[in-house]
């Protein structure tokens, strides 16, 4: 199963929108609606941010949202925040029952 | 709030047995409602799911290292455990164990890692 593809480094200023794209197959993203993407600050427990493609967990911002098409699934976050720094990855449920996940996108507030 | 905590060695020699161990806290692993999943990440990598375990002692392995893998769980201890043979130093990674609500495709808790080297 190869991994997901993001890409490397996302950038932006404090206020504005960002996206991360995530990247699969038919196998895992565009098959089924269970895309979840998680925010890792380093040295910390990664945080989960979105699940099943576009809900989010109690207490996580609204300013975090998630979609899909075909077989790539994106996170949107808007707002930028100095707080957002991290590392975002994203998960997909796969064909095999098994779990794929992206191979990571860091984000920097300018 | 369900907290985990992995443990065990940090260095291990090739060719042995890699063990660790992931302590819960805020939920017992008997409440049947988590399946108890073992996540790890590659140096400069992304991450790989490895397996997941429920407290019934139902197993589900990554096929590319379920020959090696054993995920058992101590419900006394509120404890799951991750035992992986033959290690190489492609095993060399950060290990996470993370909590999967039953029902859902993803992992709504994680432990904060620990990194295993492999290397005589």
């Known amino acids: 199963q190869s991994a997901l593809t993001q890409p490397a480094s996302v950038s932006g200023s404090p206020g504005q929108s960002i996206t991360i794209s995530c990247s699969g197959t038919s196998s895992d993203v565009g098959g089924y609606d269970y895309v979840s993407w998680y925010q890792h600050h380093p040295g910390k427990a990664p945080k989960l941010m979105i699940f099943d493609v576009s809900n989010r967990p109690s207490g996580v911002s609204n300013r975090f949202s998630g979609s899909k098409s075909g077989n790539t699934a994106s996170l949107t976050i808007s707002g930028l925040q100095a707080e957002d720094e991290a590392d975002y990855c994203c998960s997909s449920y796969t064909s095999s029952s098994t779990f794929v996940f992206g191979t990571g996108t860091k984000v920097t507030v300018l | 709030q369900v907290q985990l905590q992995e443990s065990g060695p940090g260095l291990v020699k090739p060719s042995q047995t890699l063990s660790l161990t992931c302590t819960v806290s805020?939920?017992?692993?008997?409440?049947?409602?988590?399946?108890w999943n073992w996540i790890r990440q590659h140096p400069g990598k992304g991450l790989e799911w490895i397996g997941y375990i429920h407290y019934t002692g139902s197993t589900y392995y990554n096929p590319s290292l379920k020959s090696r893998l054993t995920i058992s769980v101590d419900t006394s201890k509120n404890q799951f455990s991750l035992k992986l043979n033959s290690v190489t130093a492609a095993d060399t990674a950060v290990y996470y164990c993370a909590a999967q609500s039953l029902g859902e495709f993803c992992f709504d808790y994680w432990g904060q890692g620990t990194v295993v080297t492999v290397s005589s």
């Open positions: 805020g939920a017992s692993i008997s409440s049947g409602i988590y399946n």
